[in-house]
């Protein structure tokens, strides 16, 4: 008879009866294996029925049951050879002699012996390490550093071993690249492979457009935004057009604050902060930039009622251009002009003489030569301030520009 035991976990050989000299076995006393080394374990099973069968008895991996089983725990290769059941009762004795074959074979990792594997900076890392065996090999790791890991070691939470064999590394930086060892092992054997880990890092990268044009009315808050990505982790800093620099968890002059998350905050925007807003990040692996070009639009322009209010336009060009303005209601003024209400003057600033309510409106400034045109829009509000006496030994003007609805 062939038991082919299979080194697994535990493994019962079962004693079968000898039907072919018809007799029945009912052990109450076993011995175990005898002599550690030998091969050949004595069975006796003396007959004495109707007992009740007691414990199994043995030494270390070895039972023998009542029943005439032997069992072999942790069945390993030094278990295989021939077994011999020898069996006696008041009636005769019975041998039985049994083969038992232990299959095992050594541990093979999947996928070669030699791996190149390369990792972001600041991002996890995975290496499988899949090995087949019989029995199933245990995985170890060597790391770089020399350090051994296997799933059943604890401790370090940076670098771990999964049940499956995969070593994994919370985040990888600069100093983990270098040559990984996994060891499969089973008592038939080993195998290994070898993974060369390479850790590049990540150049700094915004998130945003790298141009971007920005309107923005006076008067309000802006926040341009520059969002920065890279290991390791970049710096930023805006420079401004006139060659400002601004650092993150800066104020300067009171108007400009650069948040930690690269977002430049500017408040109550006025024209003359228009222009070219970049943004850089740099780092040891690189750098990046963007350039926000900010355009403010000039507000209303504020007229008093019953005062007189120039609007100016700047051209430059070449040949030098032509001005010319439309006013709300549509009329087109050249310049120069001298009316009774509008004067368009030499130098192209526009002149509103006892401005009311009516004046309001958007004026556009036309500016042309041969190469072409370009206009700008003003629109204008008039304001009222209704009358206050103020009585003051001391008149200054002030009352009568507040007032001004009386005295002209
Ligand atoms: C003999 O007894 C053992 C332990 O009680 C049991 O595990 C096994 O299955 C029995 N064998 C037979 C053939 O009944
Ligand atoms: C060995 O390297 C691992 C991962 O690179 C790291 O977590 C561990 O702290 C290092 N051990 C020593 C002793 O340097
Ligand atoms: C940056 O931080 C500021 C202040 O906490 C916040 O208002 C802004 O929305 C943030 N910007 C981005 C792009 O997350
Ligand atoms: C144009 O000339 C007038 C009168 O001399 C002056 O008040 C005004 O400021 C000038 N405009 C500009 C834009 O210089």
Redesign the pocket.
């Known amino acids: 008879m062939l038991l082919l035991l299979f080194l697994t976990a535990s493994v019962l050989v079962i004693w079968a009866k000898q039907t072919g000299l018809g007799k029945v076995f009912s052990g109450t006393e076993q011995k175990g294996r005898e002599e550690r080394g030998s091969d050949v374990l004595r069975c006796h099973a003396l007959a004495s029925a109707g007992t009740d069968a007691p414990e199994g008895r043995g030494q270390g991996r070895w039972r023998v049951f009542a029943n005439g089983t032997l069992a072999i725990a942790r069945a390993g290769l030094e278990d295989r050879g021939q077994y011999l059941c020898t069996a006696a009762n008041p009636h005769g004795t019975a041998q039985l002699l049994v083969t038992l074959s232990v299959v095992a074979y050594p541990p093979r990792i999947a996928g070669g012996r030699w791996q190149l594997l390369t990792a972001h900076s600041g991002k996890p890392v995975a290496v499988a390490c899949r090995a087949e065996g019989r029995p199933p090999p245990t995985i170890a790791w060597v790391l770089a550093n020399k350090t051994h890991v296997s799933d059943s070691s604890t401790g370090n939470n940076d670098v771990r071993v999964e049940p499956d064999g995969t070593l994994i590394i919370k985040e990888a930086t600069v100093y983990d690249r270098g040559l990984y060892t996994c060891v499969a092992r089973n008592p038939a054997g080993t195998d290994t492979l070898v993974v060369k880990l390479q850790v590049v890092a990540a150049p700094p990268a915004i998130l945003e457009e790298k141009r971007e044009r920005v309107e923005g009315t006076m008067g309000e808050n802006l926040?341009l935004?520059c969002?920065v990505t890279g290991n390791p982790r970049p710096a930023v800093h805006w420079v401004l057009f006139d060659g400002t620099v601004v650092k993150p968890l800066q104020f300067v002059n009171g108007k400009l604050f650069l948040?930690a998350?690269g977002?430049l905050h500017l408040s109550t925007i006025a024209p003359s902060d228009s222009g070219n807003y970049e943004c850089i990040a740099t780092s040891s692996t690189g750098s990046d930039r963007r350039v926000v070009t900010l355009v403010v639009e000039p507000g209303p322009v504020k007229g008093i009622s019953g005062e007189s209010l120039s609007l100016h336009c700047l051209s430059e060009g070449s040949p030098r251009p032509r001005t010319a303005w439309t006013l709300p209601g549509g009329s087109v003024l050249e310049r120069p002009q001298l009316g009774r209400k509008h004067v368009l003057l030499e130098n192209g600033t526009l002149l509103i003489r006892d401005a009311s309510i009516h004046d309001r409106g958007d004026y556009v400034c036309r500016a042309h030569n041969n190469a072409g045109e370009s206009s700008v829009t003003v629109p204008v509000v008039i304001v009222a301030y209704a009358p206050r006496i103020t009585i003051s030994s001391v008149t200054d003007g002030s009352a009568k520009r507040r007032g001004g609805t009386w005295g002209r």
Do not use: E, M, V
């Open positions: 926040k935004p969002t948040f998350n977002t």
